[in-house]
């Protein structure tokens, strides 16, 4: 993807007059437009306007724990025109996006282990799943569904030597590939559309693939020749069809986890640092991490809180006080090309913002709830460098309680913002929460 000047202090009254009346109409103006502008520095406040007034549009109750477990994970949300789906206990619903009806249910043998966040062009995902009910079993199976549909197209059982706990598997989906990354390093890769088997690479291989990312390209980080003295890591993007690697870049230093958060331009996360990284396959420059969080766990595509567009890379700062009892913190763009800080963006006191993605030009970032105030929906232009912040959605103060049961922790499903509406996932289900937390799984808010 890819200010306003001030004068010098010496007009008459007059000259202020004027300027006071045109800016009024410059006011008058947006708000006929649609949107309201509130200022990025981070003490800023939040502005009210109609057309942003929003309401809370449905939520999803949290099933009941299954017997004998004291709590699962219920990872996979996505949103289309049509519906909105989820994983739920042994299955997956979807409903209408705005209203909440219930539209259908794919029941499954299984419980959910982990998801694609991806949806191919022809509408279908992909999710993992344990061979039983129990929440310990072994997760062998992949399941692909047709997200608007609710049908299943296909379901494959991995062989014995290839099962994993569910913390160790991962999937994916590129163009008309769902790949697979089962535990101890094993990955297999098959045709959206019909199931068939493409390629596989063995976790006995030269080479093994500890993560994997899709989308537009598939990417993986592999580490090759399992030698601890000599292991090295690399990054890779692969042809889907054949798993062959068309682009690489050495990873310097000493070998950590890292993952592809970013194909175009190329970013890659470490634990202490993003690294930048050229077409040239050259490092272009290194992002530290000790003040921003990402938002990353160690599993396929888990930076929940890193954007990336042609530019800059935006990135939540840490929280800091900001007065007395109330703390804030500020969305902060950095430089692709140099790796430092350009410009950032306030959440305004007693608030938190993160960065969900990048729609029409404009970063769309996530304003948390206060606990007497809703949520925020607003857009930033890097092109004023966070000066400004569009209000997109401002949702509902009565319903703060739900919003922040939501928010009160870092988010291990990603809020998704499509439509105009805003998503938010819940997916640790237990039988131990109070207070609320996670009452509900899912929560959709959106405009009046």
Request: hydrophobic content about 35%.
């Amino acid at each position: 993807m890819q200010g306003v000047g001030g004068g010098n202090g010496k007009a008459g009254n007059g000259r202020a007059r004027a300027l006071v009346a045109a800016a009024v109409a410059v006011a008058i103006a947006l708000v006929a437009a649609g949107f309201f502008m509130v200022y990025g520095d981070e003490e800023n406040g939040s502005g009210k306007d109609a057309a942003s007034q929003g309401r809370e549009l449905f939520k999803i109750k949290a099933p009941e724990v299954p017997a004998g477990e004291s709590g699962v994970f219920l990872r996979g949300a996505w949103v289309t025109d049509e519906i909105y789906a989820r994983t739920t206990t042994f299955g997956v619903i979807g409903v209408d996006p705005e209203s909440g009806e219930r539209k259908w249910r794919l029941p499954l043998d299984g419980l959910v282990c982990n998801a694609s966040e991806h949806i191919s062009s022809a509408g279908k995902t992909a999710v993992l799943m344990t061979e039983s009910h129990n929440a310990r079993a072994e997760c062998t199976r992949l399941v692909v569904f047709d997200v608007n549909s609710g049908k299943k197209e296909w379901q494959k059982t991995m062989r014995a030597g290839q099962a994993a706990p569910d913390s160790k598997a991962g999937v994916t989906i590129s163009q008309d590939v769902v790949a697979v990354r089962w535990a101890w390093r094993g990955t297999a890769a098959y045709k959206v559309s019909d199931g068939t088997l493409l390629w596989k690479a063995k976790k006995d291989s030269e080479c093994v693939h500890e993560s994997l990312t899709g989308g537009e390209e598939l990417t993986a980080v592999v580490t090759c020749d399992h030698v601890v003295a000599s292991v090295d890591s690399r990054v890779q993007k692969l042809d889907p069809e054949t798993g062959k690697p068309t682009w690489e870049f050495r990873i310097p230093g000493a070998q950590t986890f890292a993952q592809v958060v970013s194909s175009d331009p190329m970013v890659v996360q470490r634990p202490r640092e993003l690294m930048v990284i050229g077409e040239d396959r050259e490092l272009t420059s290194t992002i530290p991490l000790k003040k921003h969080n990402p938002g990353c766990r160690t599993d396929i595509e888990s930076c929940l809180s890193v954007v990336v567009d042609d530019r800059y890379v935006y990135l939540p700062s840490l929280e800091h006080k900001s007065g007395k009892g109330s703390s804030t913190n500020a969305v902060v763009a950095f430089d692709l090309d140099t790796g430092k800080a350009g410009w950032k963006s306030g959440a305004g006191r007693d608030r938190h913002i993160e960065p969900l993605r990048m729609e029409g030009g404009k970063l769309i970032a996530y304003k948390k709830p206060t606990y007497d105030a809703g949520g925020q929906i607003v857009a930033i232009d890097p092109v004023e460098k966070g000066k400004e912040q569009e209000l997109r959605l401002r949702n509902p103060d009565d319903r703060e309680d739900v919003e922040h049961g939501f928010t009160r922790t870092t988010h291990v499903e990603r809020p998704l913002y499509e439509n105009g509406r805003l998503y938010l996932q819940w997916s640790t289900l237990s039988d131990n929460y109070e207070d609320g937390l996670g009452a509900y799984v899912s929560a959709a808010f959106g405009p009046k």
